[in-house]
């Protein structure tokens, strides 16, 4: 599968962004999705990620209640808007997929991930 992710820009703290991350090559339906996110001279953390039928999602910490993660199987993309925007918010954001898994939590380790989009850049200016 193919991930290509969009969206990133430049914003003052306490703005809002909406990433997108459009999938192509196989059936989106079978493959469980994530946003990880890194920083300069920072390890690749999960933002949050999502199953395969949107029926479970995950939060870091740090992003709940701000950050909602969907996806649309019909349309092969899964979304990230990030509200209330700060500036430790700021990184290269990556869209990530990994073959489903029927039960259990959705895998929040980027080792456990098989595919990667190209990264786009969010920057909060406080």
């Known amino acids: 599968v193919q991930l290509q992710a969009s969206g990133g820009g430049l914003v003052q703290a306490g703005d809002s962004l909406r990433l997108s991350c459009a999938a192509s090559?196989?059936?989106?339906?079978?493959?469980?999705m994530a946003w990880f996110r890194q920083a300069p001279g920072k390890e690749r953390d999960l933002v949050s990620s999502i199953n395969w039928s949107a029926g479970s999602t995950n939060y870091a910490d740090s992003v709940k209640g701000r950050f909602t993660i969907s996806r649309d199987n019909t349309k092969n993309t899964v979304d990230l808007q990030m509200n209330s925007l700060k500036p430790e918010d700021t990184a290269v954001y990556y869209c990530?997929?990994?073959?489903?898994?029927?039960?259990?939590?959705?895998?929040?380790?980027?080792?456990?991930?098989?595919?990667w989009g190209q990264g786009t850049l969010v920057t909060v200016s406080s």
């Open positions: 990530a997929a990994k073959p489903r898994q029927l039960w259990g939590p959705t895998a929040t380790r980027s080792t456990q991930y098989d595919y």
């Open positions: 090559g196989r059936t989106f339906s079978q493959y469980d």
